[in-house]
């Protein structure tokens, strides 16, 4: 019995799962993955909430640049979710705030905390360096609350996200995270954890799971996990692959950056390399997804009423 799964003695397991390599906006690396982990394709009611969003926000995301392409609208739909979620005093988006706080506690707390001072230190650098019209639309969102403007949107997009953001996107839309001994809460490969092997191998073979891949400051895709040789990609006695060791192990993961496959062999992971894990949610989100849908196109329009775009004020 793995993961609460009943699979017979010597049944090969899964080497990969399809997942679609979706491109990355710039530094959208992190966006990019979680899509490609939800894959909204296999979805229609996770597609149907990201292209009614997406919708709804396209008058904002066209004056940034034409996009009909959904791996990239759908990028910008979740930036412009966790931009919400993140809002310091939005009475519209109080639910969100009450659901996230349920299921992270202090740790949405503080990223709230962390990412409204982030916020405030662009909005400074933007005046300092008399970027007056994102510094504008900065104004906006920090002092009415959550109004989110194209320069914003494309800015935030545009900028890295970090574990806890990508946390909360997997959580509004359907991923329970499932954390280990780490200071994250990620699988981390440690020479003293004995059980680092045992942990990745269960949480690739269920199907239920999800592994975002965290390189340095670059995210990926975990798709594929197996041994070497695949004859002896089994279990036996309840344990995956015995008798193997690191360097018998191949991953495969999807890079959005470039987009591609890659496959390499698991010794040659480094101490600033993560697995994210995350199972999906035994009951879903639909009404969530709805009120968020809901909220959003009641407040789109004070959104759009905006300073027009000043180009030599825009970032690169």
Request: with cysteine.
């Amino acid at each position: 019995m793995l993961n609460g799964k009943d699979i017979k003695v010597d049944q090969t397991l899964p080497t990969k799962w399809e997942f679609p390599l979706y491109r990355q906006l710039t530094n959208s690396c992190g966006l990019a993955s979680i899509l490609m982990l939800m894959d909204p394709s296999k979805n229609p009611k996770l597609q149907e909430i990201l292209d009614n969003i997406g919708e709804l926000i396209n008058p904002i995301i066209l004056k940034i640049l034409p996009v009909n392409e959904s791996e990239f609208i759908y990028q910008y739909v979740l930036q412009y979710v966790l931009l919400k979620a993140l809002s310091q005093d939005s009475e519209e988006y109080q639910f969100l705030n009450d659901y996230l706080t349920e299921h992270f506690k202090n740790s949405f707390v503080n990223q709230k905390l962390i990412s409204n001072f982030n916020l405030a230190e662009s909005h400074q650098k933007f005046i300092e360096h008399e970027m007056f019209a994102i510094a504008k639309a900065y104004d906006r969102y920090i002092l009415e609350g959550n109004t989110i403007s194209t320069l914003m949107i494309k800015n935030e997009t545009f900028s890295v996200k970090n574990d806890m953001d990508l946390k909360i996107l997997m959580s509004i839309f359907g991923y329970d995270f499932i954390p280990f001994n780490s200071t994250n809460g990620a699988l981390v490969y440690n020479k003293k954890d004995k059980d680092f092997l045992e942990n990745l191998c269960k949480s690739h073979i269920d199907p239920e799971n999800r592994i975002l891949f965290g390189d340095g400051k670059h995210w990926q895709a975990l798709t594929g996990l197996h041994t070497k040789n695949l004859d002896k990609w089994v279990i036996k006695s309840e344990k995956i692959a015995p008798k193997t060791s690191l360097k018998d192990f191949i991953i495969v993961y999807n890079d959005p950056i470039i987009p591609k496959q890659h496959s390499v062999q698991l010794k040659e992971i480094f101490s600033q390399q993560y697995f994210y894990i995350f199972k999906k949610k035994k009951d879903n989100n639909f009404i969530l997804w709805n009120r968020i849908k809901n909220t959003i196109a009641q407040g789109i329009k004070n959104e759009m009423d905006e300073t027009s775009v000043v180009k030599k004020n825009q970032l690169i």
